[in-house]
Nanobody, 120 residues
């Protein structure tokens, strides 16, 4: 069971922070990935963070604007999005994997998704 929150509508240049929570005891051993799907497009990898929070990786289009973090004591992960652009408009999903990977097929558990809309 995973819950996402924090989506909404902002103007270009604005910021949002998405949250993803779970009650699984193994949270601190899981990689958290973030993906998004824009209307009419396929699912896109956004970034990931290792279980201990020491490693992270981002797709080029968000690198320097988005930051993934986690608080293992609270079993929460976060996607902080700054300088948002209209092309960031999508449904955003958090997902969990045993592997440090960008491949969505390796993520077995998924949040329900939250809508992010950026207007110009």
């Amino acid at each position: 069971q995973y819950e996402e929150s924090g989506g909404g509508s902002v103007q270009a240049g604005g910021s949002l922070r998405l949250s993803c929570g779970t009650w699984t005891r193994e949270f601190d051993s899981l990689v958290v990935g973030w993906f998004r799907q824009a209307p009419g497009k396929g699912q896109e990898y956004v970034g990931r963070i290792s279980g201990d929070g020491e490693r992270s990786h981002y797709v080029d289009s968000v690198n320097g604007r988005f930051t993934i973090s986690r608080d293992n004591t609270k079993k929460m992960a976060f996607l902080t999005m700054n300088n948002l652009k209209p092309e960031d408009t999508a449904v955003y999903y958090c997902a969990f994997s045993q592997k440090y990977t960008a491949s969505n097929s390796d993520y077995k558990e998924w949040g329900q998704g939250t809508q992010v809309t950026v207007s110009s």
